[in-house]
């Protein structure tokens, strides 16, 4: 347990910073669960915030850079409303380097990408000058995030984050055209300039899906508050609390 905070309806939420793969991570949160239910009268004393309302099943959330196929089936199966899974994402674009957290999906399943026959058919359309822009449209957008779902048409290829339409791009009267929902019309690409431009838009979008998404169905979406670092659990605290599991 790395964190402790409370989220906006009361929760308590612990966040364990984690390798993405193996025992570590599962082991951590079945830990955490056992430490509040046997800590959880004590809980809002030690912290001194009363507004936390430990009636509440607490909020787990697992931070790593990338986690593993068997490990999330395995989460998964846990089947804890409270557990939260969340990805570090380092998003290059044309402006630098930004970080995010990003919430896995509750089904915990990743989502494959557009297979390569459906890159093919949409490259196959294009001119010799136009494939080398095409290629690099479909590898800096597959490159954001790896539950992104792609789709192919004849001359298109799509791209949505959940349920959330994230942009497209076609060939149209001979110049391929990207769009990115819900209000920038089409562009023409027919540079790598203009490449970047247009996955800057992405990213904004892929931004703003992700600060519109609930990670929470039942309750206010959780974030961490401030919290006086004297409330936190000390070193020794902490140390007996991992030898408690």
């Given at each position: 347990?790395d964190?402790?905070g409370?989220?906006?309806?009361?929760?308590?939420?612990f966040?364990?910073a984690c390798e993405?793969?193996?025992?570590?991570?599962i082991?951590?949160a079945l830990d955490?669960m056992v430490?509040?239910e046997?800590n959880?009268?004590?809980?809002g004393?030690?912290l001194?915030?009363?507004?936390?309302?430990?009636?509440l099943?607490?909020?787990?959330?697992?931070?790593?850079?990338?986690?593993?196929e068997?490990?999330?089936?395995?989460?998964g199966?846990l089947?804890a409303?409270g557990?939260?899974?969340?990805?570090l994402?380092?998003l290059?674009?044309?402006?630098?380097?930004?970080?995010?957290?990003?919430?896995?999906t509750?089904?915990?399943?990743?989502?494959?990408?557009?297979?390569p026959?459906?890159?093919?058919?949409?490259?196959?359309?294009?001119?010799?000058d136009?494939r080398p822009?095409?290629?690099l449209?479909i590898?800096?957008?597959?490159?954001?995030?790896?539950q992104?779902?792609g789709?192919?048409?004849e001359c298109?290829?799509?791209w949505r984050?959940?349920?959330?339409?994230?942009?497209?791009?076609a060939?149209?009267?001979?110049?391929?055209?990207?769009?990115?929902?819900p209000?920038?019309?089409p562009r023409?690409?027919?540079?790598?300039?203009?490449?970047?431009r247009f996955?800057?838009g992405v990213?904004?979008?892929?931004v703003?899906?992700?600060?519109?998404?609930?990670?929470?169905?039942v309750?206010?979406p959780a974030m961490f508050?401030?919290?006086?670092?004297?409330?936190l659990?000390?070193?020794?605290?902490l140390?007996?609390?991992r030898?408690s599991?």
């Amino acid at each position: 347990m790395d964190w402790v905070g409370i989220d906006a309806s009361g929760r308590a939420v612990f966040a364990i910073a984690c390798e993405g793969e193996g025992d570590a991570p599962i082991l951590a949160a079945l830990d955490t669960m056992v430490f509040f239910e046997r800590n959880r009268s004590a809980l809002g004393q030690h912290l001194r915030a009363p507004r936390l309302r430990t009636a509440l099943s607490p909020i787990i959330a697992l931070v790593g850079e990338s986690f593993s196929e068997s490990l999330l089936a395995r989460l998964g199966g846990l089947n804890a409303s409270g557990l939260r899974v969340l990805e570090l994402r380092r998003l290059a674009s044309s402006r630098g380097e930004r970080e995010y957290l990003v919430p896995l999906t509750p089904s915990f399943v990743r989502h494959p990408p557009i297979s390569p026959r459906g890159q093919d058919s949409f490259l196959d359309v294009l001119s010799a000058d136009q494939r080398p822009i095409g290629e690099l449209l479909i590898k800096r957008i597959g490159r954001i995030d790896d539950q992104l779902v792609g789709s192919a048409g004849e001359c298109s290829l799509s791209w949505r984050l959940g349920e959330e339409s994230l942009c497209s791009v076609a060939l149209i009267e001979g110049a391929i055209e990207g769009h990115v929902p819900p209000g920038v019309g089409p562009r023409t690409i027919t540079t790598t300039a203009d490449v970047e431009r247009f996955v800057d838009g992405v990213l904004q979008r892929y931004v703003s899906i992700l600060g519109s998404t609930p990670t929470d169905p039942v309750g206010d979406p959780a974030m961490f508050v401030p919290v006086d670092t004297g409330m936190l659990l000390s070193p020794e605290e902490l140390a007996a609390f991992r030898q408690s599991g």
